[in-house]
């Protein structure tokens, strides 16, 4: 971040709310030529700065608005549990996104599905088949209060 000016700061910020915007809008949105803005760009991109460019879609308008966040616990903690259980968990395509955790359990795992029937039958088809899952405590969202993408930290 100490290597990041107010340019570099205003373009992520820019790009992070509009990421189809094209590099003339950019150039007049940080007051730039096109050539630098393109310049400052690709920087960022070669940096891992920018990771990638995406879309976010409505949730709820392709049938997955109802988010439950799972905590799983594993039977184990050796390397080959954490690996064999991080490569399976990879394959379920409801899963946004999994993290490992200090706590009092080992894996926070995001699931978007339609509603409670949708969630059970992932829950027997894909979670309860996980490798080495001890335990499995599931929570749904009631609403989304704030979700902020990284460019809201600059």
Same mark, same amino acid.
């Given at each position: 971040?100490?290597?990041? /000016?107010?340019? /570099?700061?205003?373009?992520?910020?820019?790009?992070?709310?509009?990421?189809?915007?094209?590099?003339?809008?950019?150039?007049?949105?940080?007051?730039?030529?096109? &050539?630098?803005?393109?310049?400052? @760009?690709?920087?960022?991109?070669?940096?891992?700065?920018?990771?990638?460019?995406?879309?976010?879609? %409505?949730?709820?308008?392709?049938?997955?608005?109802?988010?439950?966040?799972?905590?799983?616990?594993? %039977?184990?903690?050796?390397? &080959?549990?954490?690996?064999?259980?991080?490569?399976?968990?990879? /394959?379920?395509?409801? @899963?946004?996104?999994?993290?490992?955790?200090?706590?009092?359990? /080992?894996?926070?795992?995001?699931?978007?599905?339609?509603? @409670?029937?949708?969630?059970? &039958?992932?829950?027997?088809?894909?979670?309860?088949?996980?490798?080495?899952?001890?335990?499995?405590?599931?929570?749904?969202?009631?609403?989304? @209060?704030?979700?902020?993408?990284?460019?809201?930290?600059?």
């Amino acid at each position: 971040m100490e290597h990041l /000016d107010d340019i /570099d700061r205003l373009l992520l910020g820019y790009l992070g709310q509009a990421a189809r915007a094209t590099n003339a809008e950019l150039a007049d949105r940080v007051h730039m030529s096109q &050539s630098a803005t393109l310049r400052r @760009v690709r920087r960022l991109e070669n940096e891992g700065i920018i990771e990638s460019y995406s879309v976010v879609a %409505n949730r709820s308008a392709i049938g997955r608005g109802t988010s439950v966040f799972v905590e799983i616990t594993l %039977n184990g903690q050796s390397d &080959s549990q954490l690996d064999e259980f991080e490569a399976a968990i990879a /394959d379920c395509p409801d @899963v946004l996104s999994c993290h490992l955790i200090a706590g009092g359990f /080992d894996y926070l795992v995001h699931v978007a599905c339609d509603d @409670v029937t949708s969630y059970e &039958s992932i829950h027997r088809r894909q979670l309860a088949h996980l490798p080495h899952v001890a335990r499995v405590q599931s929570s749904f969202a009631l609403r989304t @209060v704030l979700d902020r993408p990284a460019t809201a930290l600059l």
